[in-house]
């Protein structure tokens, strides 16, 4: 893709401010994102069971796709000849790519990590690969990612202070290599990711090393990853402060309803989380009282949608009778539905978050949310 | 459903004729159907990996249901408190529901058959059950089919001309039982199925037996099930022509496009196949130059549509390339794109069949559809 002079720069502006909590707009090239925003995930190039079109549909303004997916199958270079993920998929907005770090690193005895980069063998065919900053980069590049993601090592917790210190000194190591293999491109971004897992001054020290190099964003890493929501809370307080308030700001792999309440009051922009797309295939559905389990017969007669509040199709023109038969009958259709409802009620839960924030009426939206998590579902009939 | 006064009574119109074939309307409680019409299967209440609008945005006027799966899950007295198929499934549209009749039969060891109707165990949880023609019929009424088929025997082929005889001898009287069980609604109607395998004077029989109960459509059973194309067409010229005029004509289970070109041009009316939505899931796409399997790596870089003259999504928003990486990866979008396709060819070529007939001009378009098949698939880039 060539720059082109009418393409926006990249950017960020932010609009209104609630406690720790921002509301702002990410600038493209491929369009605006409001945020807070949360980014649907797309692994291989398709947000599983829905077309790019209906996720626009529920309010989704960026896609998140995945470099260790998409350069085994079909190919970075395959990807790159058919015009980049965004064409190949049909999605006219934004996309960002994460690194393929995460997933190489949860490939066990399959990976190896030096300095240069890590070494892995394919979970689909056994075949060796070699992911490095630079290749990485080059990678997303290929697949015209809006947004870039530096090659980082995600640290594993629990882990001591040293390696979570050694781990996130190799990952500022490598952000300055991710940063030079970059191409610049009008309206594109790349953002770097702040590791040190749990510990406040080694989180310090990676936004220092970060912003020396200077990112168009900067992701928080290496958190949701089994240390509790408390311990994620608390880490974040400690981090986000220290973060350059005019760039975006993006919580990788988060999370749940409450994790992402949360995390917006403690200063996070931008979001991703295979939750509602993975619990949209497994029956578990999100509504404004919770999450209700569609396998459960207590629907198997229930006329009543599944969310009274939502204007999905699932919820406006199907019941949980129907719901339920679609699960216990193993119908495509069934997932269909429920990855289509749990992404409208994971935008409409964003346009409550930015709403409330232009209103500077954060902290009674987050009370409202959480009563009403708490109520339970809707009494049997 | 209670009867109401405003709602049409079922009936068929011939409104053109073009040799042995017919266009017509067959008027239901829940709409017109323009014949020659294909039905999408839904066999447990989903037309798989499919909206029902968007079925409907296809140009399928009615949809077809499976007794046998629905007795057996939800059950067809928990579909009765739900308000009927129709409504559970959000299908607006007429529906009709085959009898049960073949699925039983296919279950081998697990059924037995006598005069009375069959016993059989579920395949779901080898549960016991019961069909005959009464509770088939009954069934029906609670599932709320717009269209009842009569409770029968299929036939297996090959089979002596004896076995054919007694076991069409056994569908004519379930044939009359089931007319007995059935409740009479205004819009609503009830098909018999011929049956006598290959052998013309017993579909003769089986045509004087029906006709002398009196239905208000007529389905040829027995067909399609390994007798090949050639003695299809030969059974149906000597069965169609004894058919009443004014009465719609299904050809059950069928079938390719070329079985149901051939069909239309000797009488029939209506047509029902799991091959557009089953071939839809296993990447087997119809086109108008013939099958294209879209796992194929002749696809793997290829942006050009499906089929260019195709109007659905999968051919308008995607490209081959697109769908064979969906297949690929075992994308669930990958199978709803070439559903949506399939079903929108087949319901394209009847659209065609039926403006071909009005113009008298169908043995010209059958030539067209032969010689366009028989071209192949377009030339690899």
Chains 1, 2 share one sequence.
Not at 89 to 118: A, C, H, N, Y
Not at 219 to 245: K, Y
Not at 300 to 328: G, I, K, Q, V
Request: charge should be negative; aromatic fraction near 8%.
């Amino acid at each position: 893709m060539a720059d082109t002079a009418d393409r926006p720069d990249f950017g960020f502006s932010l609009l209104a401010r609630d406690g720790q909590a921002r509301r702002g707009v990410v600038r493209t090239a491929w369009g605006d994102v409001d945020t807070p925003a949360f980014m649907p995930v797309g692994t291989a190039a398709s947000v599983k069971a829905m077309m790019p079109n209906d996720v626009k549909g529920t309010g989704a303004q960026i896609i998140l796709s995945n470099t260790y997916h998409l350069m085994l199958r079909p190919g970075a270079e395959r990807v790159e000849r058919l015009g980049g993920v965004r064409k190949l998929m049909g999605w006219d907005g934004p996309l960002l790519t994460d690194s393929g770090g995460f997933q190489v690193m949860s490939l066990g005895p399959l990976r190896k990590i030096d300095e240069t980069g890590v070494t892995f063998k394919s979970h689909l065919d056994g075949s060796q690969h070699i992911l490095t900053p630079e290749i990485s980069t080059d990678i997303q590049f290929k697949l015209d990612a809006t947004i870039t993601m530096a090659f980082d090592e995600c640290t594993p917790y629990p882990c001591t202070e040293q390696e979570a210190e050694e781990s996130m000194k190799l990952s500022m190591r490598w952000a300055e290599r991710s940063r030079s293999a970059f191409v610049a491109r009008t309206g594109y971004g790349q953002f770097g990711i702040v590791q040190g897992s749990v510990f406040p001054h080694l989180r310090k020290r990676s936004i220092e090393a970060l912003t020396d190099i200077g990112f168009e964003g900067y992701a928080v890493g290496g958190l949701a990853v089994g240390e509790g929501q408390e311990l994620m809370f608390t880490t974040l307080e400690d981090t986000t402060p220290h973060l350059p308030e005019v760039a975006p700001r993006y919580l990788m792999g988060v999370g749940k309803p409450a994790d992402i309440v949360g995390a917006v009051m403690r200063g996070i922009d931008m979001f991703d989380c295979v939750l509602p797309t993975r619990s949209g295939r497994t029956a578990q559905g999100f509504t404004r009282r919770g999450a209700v389990n569609l396998r459960n017969a207590r629907h198997s007669e229930d006329m009543r949608p599944l969310d009274a509040e939502c204007a999905c199709p699932a919820c406006t023109s199907f019941s949980r009778a129907y719901l339920h038969h679609l699960f216990r009958a193993d119908e495509v259709q069934g997932l269909m539905l429920l990855t289509w409802h749990n992404l409208t009620y994971y935008q409409d839960l964003m346009k409550g978050l930015r709403q409330a924030i232009s209103e500077g009426g954060l902290t009674a939206f987050a009370e409202a949310f959480h009563a009403r998590q708490a109520e339970g579902d809707i009494e049997p009939l």
